[in-house]
């Protein structure tokens, strides 16, 4: 199965650095996103925001997840 395109692209522009390559190790996870409505009236900045909000929530919530089994 083929990755999700965005998790593809991130792959791809890291692994051109040749410094990071060299020098980290690389571990991406991608999750679905539900969007919000299209609304032919609502403007783009505002469903790029409502997208945005829902990749920090998973993320905050990944992050909190790892903290706590760490501990």
Same mark, same amino acid.
């Given at each position: 199965?083929?990755?999700?395109?965005?998790? =593809?692209?991130?792959?791809?522009?890291?692994?051109?650095?040749?410094?990071?390559?060299?020098?980290?190790?690389? =571990?991406?996870?991608?999750?679905?996103? =539900?969007?919000? !409505? !299209?609304?032919?009236?609502?403007?783009?900045? =505002?469903?790029?925001?409502?997208? !945005?909000?829902?990749?920090?929530?998973?993320?905050?919530?990944?992050?909190?997840?790892?903290?706590?089994?760490?501990?």
């Amino acid at each position: 199965m083929e990755p999700p395109c965005v998790e =593809k692209r991130i792959r791809e522009q890291l692994e051109r650095s040749e410094r990071l390559r060299h020098n980290c190790v690389f =571990k991406i996870n991608s999750v679905g996103l =539900k969007l919000p !409505a !299209a609304d032919c009236q609502e403007r783009v900045e =505002k469903l790029v925001q409502e997208v !945005a909000d829902g990749i920090v929530e998973i993320t905050m919530t990944t992050l909190r997840r790892g903290e706590s089994s760490t501990n």
